[in-house]
C-alpha cells in the first residue's frame, strides 16, 4: 500500500473534520514553468475546499495528455485512463456510486479527436458529473502536434505547413448535441472567473461541460496572449443562473447579460465573431439525466437469494 492510499484511508474516518487546500494537494506538479494546467490545479484545489468535498468521496478520471495528469496531483480517488476514454470509466462510476463527486479532465486532443463519440453520447446521457476540457490547441505531451482546436495555419510537427483545416468549436459541439445541459468557458489566467465557473458547474444537475482556455507556452504560448493582453477583446456573460464575479481587474469592461436557458442565443453567442466569451453559455437542469433514467433498485440479500434459488430450482432432478 503507498502513501496515497494510507492516507485516503485515514481521513475516511474523519468525517467532521474541515479541509484546507492543502489536504487536497498531492505531490509536485511536473508540468512546464508557466503552464496553465498549475492554474487550473490550484483552481480545482478551491473548488473542493469551498465545497469542502472529503476526499474519499471525490473522484478525478482523465484520459491522456498533459492535463490528465492531474489525478496524480490531488489527494482524491483518481483514474488515469486512456486516451479519450474518460468519460465512459466516469459514465461507469456514477452509475454504481452516486454519491461520488465525479470530475472528468480532459485535453483537446482527448476529447475533441479520439474521445469524440464519448463527448457527443456523455453529453447526451446527462450524467452528472463536471467534465473539464482543457484547450491549449495542441498535443503538447506528444511533443507539438496539431489537434482538433488548433488555429488554421498554425505549424506543428505534423503540419508544419500549417494546420489544413479550421479548428473544431466545442461549444458549438456541445450546444449542437441533444439534451446538452450546462456549457461554460472560463480562461485559466482570470483565477477568480475559473473558481466561479467551476462552482457554477459542480452545482449543476447533469452533465455540466467547462472549457477552459489553457495556456501552453511550450508550444502554442502565441494563442491566448492577445486576448490576455486585451481585455477589450473578451466579453463576460453574466447572470444570476450563470457566473457573475465582481472582483476581476477593471479592465474587463465588456460584459453582457445573457439568460443561459436561452439555448438559441447560447449558440449564435458561441460562434465566432472576434470576441472571445467567457461564462456560463446554457445551463437546463429540466433534461433526463442518465442515472435517474436507468436506475435501478439493487434487489437486497433476501431477494438475491430468492433469485438464486429460482434458478438453481431449474436443474433440480
Ligand atoms: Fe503545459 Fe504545454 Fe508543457 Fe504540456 S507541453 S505541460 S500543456 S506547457
Given at each position: 500500500?503507498?502513501?496515497?492510499?494510507?492516507?485516503?484511508?485515514?481521513?475516511?474516518?474523519?468525517?467532521?473534520?474541515?479541509?484546507?487546500?492543502?489536504?487536497?494537494?498531492?505531490?509536485?506538479?511536473?508540468?512546464?514553468?508557466?503552464?496553465?494546467?498549475?492554474?487550473?490545479?490550484?483552481?480545482?484545489?478551491?473548488?473542493?475546499?469551498?465545497?469542502?468535498?472529503?476526499?474519499?468521496?471525490?473522484?478525478?478520471?482523465?484520459?491522456?495528455?498533459?492535463?490528465?495528469?492531474?489525478?496524480?496531483?490531488?489527494?482524491?480517488?483518481?483514474?488515469?485512463?486512456?486516451?479519450?476514454?474518460?468519460?465512459?470509466?466516469?459514465?461507469?462510476?456514477?452509475?454504481?456510486?452516486?454519491?461520488?463527486?465525479?470530475?472528468?479532465?480532459?485535453?483537446?486532443?482527448?476529447?475533441?479527436?479520439?474521445?469524440?463519440?464519448?463527448?457527443?453520447?456523455?453529453?447526451?446521457?446527462?450524467?452528472?458529473?463536471?467534465?473539464?476540457?482543457?484547450?491549449?490547441?495542441?498535443?503538447?505531451?506528444?511533443?507539438?502536434?496539431?489537434?482538433?482546436?488548433?488555429?488554421?495555419?498554425r505549424a506543428s510537427?505534423?503540419?508544419?505547413?500549417?494546420?489544413?483545416?479550421?479548428?473544431?468549436?466545442?461549444?458549438?459541439?456541445?450546444?449542437?448535441?441533444?439534451?446538452?445541459?450546462?456549457?461554460?468557458?472560463?480562461?485559466?489566467?482570470?483565477?477568480?472567473?475559473?473558481?466561479?465557473?467551476?462552482?457554477?458547474?459542480?452545482?449543476?444537475?447533469?452533465?455540466?461541460?467547462?472549457?477552459?482556455?489553457?495556456?501552453?507556452?511550450?508550444?502554442?504560448?502565441?494563442?491566448?496572449?492577445?486576448?490576455?493582453?486585451?481585455?477589450?477583446?473578451?466579453?463576460?456573460?453574466?447572470?444570476?443562473?450563470?457566473?457573475?464575479?465582481?472582483?476581476?481587474?477593471?479592465?474587463?469592461?465588456?460584459?453582457?447579460?445573457?439568460?443561459?436557458?436561452?439555448?438559441?442565443?447560447?449558440r449564435r453567442l458561441?460562434?465566432?465573431?472576434?470576441?472571445?466569451?467567457?461564462?456560463?453559455?446554457?445551463?437546463?437542469?429540466?433534461?433526463?439525466?442518465?442515472?435517474?433514467?436507468?436506475?435501478?433498485?439493487?434487489?437486497?440479500?433476501?431477494?438475491?437469494?430468492?433469485?438464486?434459488?429460482?434458478?438453481?430450482?431449474?436443474?433440480?432432478?
Open positions: 500500500m503507498n502513501d496515497f492510499t494510507c492516507s485516503l484511508l485515514s481521513c475516511a474516518t474523519d468525517d467532521d473534520r474541515s479541509w484546507g487546500m492543502d489536504d487536497y494537494g498531492a505531490g509536485v506538479a511536473k508540468w512546464c514553468p508557466g503552464c496553465g494546467d498549475h492554474a487550473v490545479l490550484t483552481a480545482v484545489e478551491r473548488l473542493l475546499e469551498l465545497e469542502q468535498l472529503p476526499p474519499e468521496r471525490t473522484m478525478f478520471v482523465s484520459g491522456i495528455g498533459c492535463s490528465s495528469r492531474f489525478p496524480h496531483y490531488l489527494r482524491t480517488y483518481g483514474f488515469h485512463g486512456l486516451h479519450g476514454r474518460a468519460l465512459p470509466v466516469a459514465t461507469g462510476i456514477r452509475l454504481r456510486r452516486p454519491d461520488l463527486h465525479i470530475f472528468v479532465v480532459m485535453g483537446d486532443g482527448d476529447c475533441c479527436s479520439i474521445g469524440t463519440a464519448h463527448w457527443i453520447h456523455t453529453t447526451r446521457y446527462n450524467p452528472r458529473m463536471v467534465a473539464i476540457m482543457l484547450d491549449n490547441g495542441v498535443y503538447g505531451l506528444t511533443k507539438n502536434q496539431t489537434s482538433p482546436t488548433s488555429p488554421r495555419g510537427n505534423t503540419q508544419p505547413r500549417g494546420a489544413f483545416m479550421p479548428p473544431i468549436n466545442p461549444l458549438s459541439v456541445t450546444l449542437g448535441v441533444t439534451n446538452a445541459s450546462f456549457v461554460a468557458q472560463t480562461g485559466d489566467w482570470l483565477p477568480g472567473h475559473l473558481v466561479a465557473t467551476l462552482q457554477a458547474a459542480f452545482h449543476h444537475h447533469g452533465f455540466a461541460f467547462v472549457r477552459i482556455l489553457q495556456r501552453c507556452p511550450q508550444y502554442t504560448d502565441d494563442l491566448y496572449k492577445e486576448v490576455m493582453r486585451s481585455p477589450d477583446a473578451v466579453e463576460l456573460l453574466e447572470h444570476p443562473d450563470g457566473v457573475t464575479v465582481s472582483d476581476l481587474p477593471a479592465a474587463y469592461r465588456n460584459r453582457r447579460t445573457h439568460d443561459p436557458r436561452d439555448l438559441h442565443q447560447a458561441a460562434e465566432p465573431d472576434g470576441k472571445i466569451r467567457l461564462g456560463v453559455f446554457y445551463r437546463n437542469e429540466d433534461l433526463p439525466v442518465y442515472e435517474e433514467v436507468r436506475a435501478v433498485p439493487l434487489p437486497t440479500t433476501a431477494e438475491k437469494v430468492a433469485l438464486l434459488n429460482k434458478e438453481l430450482d431449474r436443474y433440480a432432478v
